[in-house]
Structures are given as structure tokens and as C-alpha cells.
């Protein structure tokens, strides 16, 4: 099973700011790599898939980079609602699909 | 628009059942693989079983294989879970979820609201 590992757990700035976030594969997953956005009460928003690709309806401040075992999301100038939490999730090698832990992305 | 509405959760004693449903809708149900994902209390995402857009085929979680069947009715825009065995550890929000493809796990662009299953005597 590929164990995907984000980085950082928790994430403060300020609306405005640059957020980089990490996601670390145990082995290569190629370009098989999505990314979601959850608000508290709320279903997973899928944001990118196989890693660059902007979803439906994603605005252009969300892009996802990266090949391998190494991946990121950055959104370019936060807005008062992205801060959430986000989850990458692997399809490479499956079952199982597997997410990471996920990073909280809190107001500084 | 894609409406995915889950249905079917409540509290359940455990080793007890439940059958979880899902009705699709605002797309053709029958192109589409479909997952279900669960989020146990203040935890994170876990992927517990897909269905091809045919039925065809079935992969499930090594936590609740044996345990949960998935299948899906193509002619009601209906996917279900059945959940056996239960236990503590099945706690969690289910989300039903629509899958990009139709015949494999890609990325799932679609997401119910979830229903909550409870384990608890």
C-alpha cells in the first residue's frame, strides 16, 4: 500500500499570502495524484487531478505540480475561504486508493 | 448539476447490519464507476469500496473486506453498501463518490454529503 505524507499537519497565514503545501509519496505514483478541499461540516471538494489539472469550477489561484513522490499544492493569494483542509489521494497502485493525513490550513 | 444523496446511516449495535444507499442523479449514472469513502469522527478520508459503471467488478479496503458489499442498481441511478459485522471502528460519515472514469479508481470529482453510521450498544 502507498503511504502518501503531507507536510505541514497545520498551516497559519494570513489571507493574501502565498500557501505551499506538500505531499509525499512512498513510492512513485507517477502523475496519479489528486488533491481535495474539506470545510468542517462539508464533502471533499476535488481541486486537481493527476497532479496539475484544475477541476471544474477550481479558480486559477489553485495549482498542483509535481511527479514521483513528490508533490504540492499552492494557492497563490489566499481568499477568506480556503482555509480548510486538504488531502491528497493516490491512484497509482491500487486498491486501495489511499489518502494522506491531511493539512489543516488555519487564519494567522 | 450531479447530485449524490446518501441515506441509510443511523446507530447500530455492534455485529449488527446496515445498508447504505446512494441516489444519482444530473448525470448518467451508468458511465461511471463509484466509490465509497468514510471519515471516522475528527479523522481523515478512507477509501472503502469501488464498482465499476457495469457492476462488473468490485474492489474494496482490506478493513471491511468480507464484511461490505457494494453493488449498484443502473436502472434506479442507485449504488448501495451493505455493512455487516459491525464495529466501533466502522464508526464514521460515509460519503458516497462519483469516480472521473468508468472503469477504474481515478480521482473522485463528486461527493455526497455523507450519512452517519454510529456502532454503539
Known amino acids: 500500500e502507498i503511504v502518501l505524507t503531507q507536510s505541514p499537519d497545520t498551516l497559519s497565514l494570513s489571507p493574501g499570502e502565498r500557501a505551499t503545501l506538500s505531499c509525499r509519496a512512498s513510492?512513485?505514483?507517477?502523475?496519479?495524484l489528486a488533491w481535495y478541499q474539506q470545510k468542517p461540516g462539508q464533502a471533499p471538494r476535488l481541486l486537481i487531478y493527476?497532479?496539475?489539472n484544475r477541476a471544474t469550477g477550481i479558480p486559477a489561484r489553485f495549482s498542483g505540480s509535481g511527479s514521483g513522490t513528490d508533490f504540492t499544492l499552492t494557492i497563490s493569494s489566499l481568499e477568506p475561504e480556503d482555509f480548510a483542509v486538504y488531502y491528497c489521494q493516490q491512484r497509482y497502485n491500487w486498491p486501495p486508493i489511499t489518502f494522506g493525513q491531511g493539512t489543516r490550513l488555519e487564519i494567522k | 448539476q450531479v447530485q449524490l444523496v446518501e441515506s441509510g446511516g443511523g446507530v447500530v449495535q455492534p455485529g449488527g447490519s446496515l445498508r447504505l444507499s446512494c441516489a444519482a442523479s444530473g448525470f448518467t449514472f451508468s458511465d461511471y464507476g463509484m466509490h465509497w469513502v468514510r471519515q471516522a469522527p475528527g479523522k481523515g478520508l478512507e477509501w472503502v469500496a469501488f464498482q465499476r459503471y457495469d457492476g462488473s467488478n468490485k474492489n474494496y479496503a482490506d478493513s471491511v473486506k468480507g464484511r461490505f458489499t457494494i453493488s449498484r442498481d443502473n436502472s434506479k441511478n442507485t449504488l448501495y453498501l451493505q455493512m455487516n459485522s459491525l464495529g466501533a471502528e466502522d464508526t464514521a460519515v460515509y460519503y458516497c463518490a462519483k469516480d472521473r472514469m468508468a472503469t477504474s479508481a481515478t480521482c473522485l470529482d463528486y461527493w455526497g454529503q455523507g450519512t452517519l453510521v454510529t456502532v454503539s450498544s
Open positions: 493527476d497532479a496539475s
Open positions: 513510492q512513485s505514483v507517477s502523475t496519479y
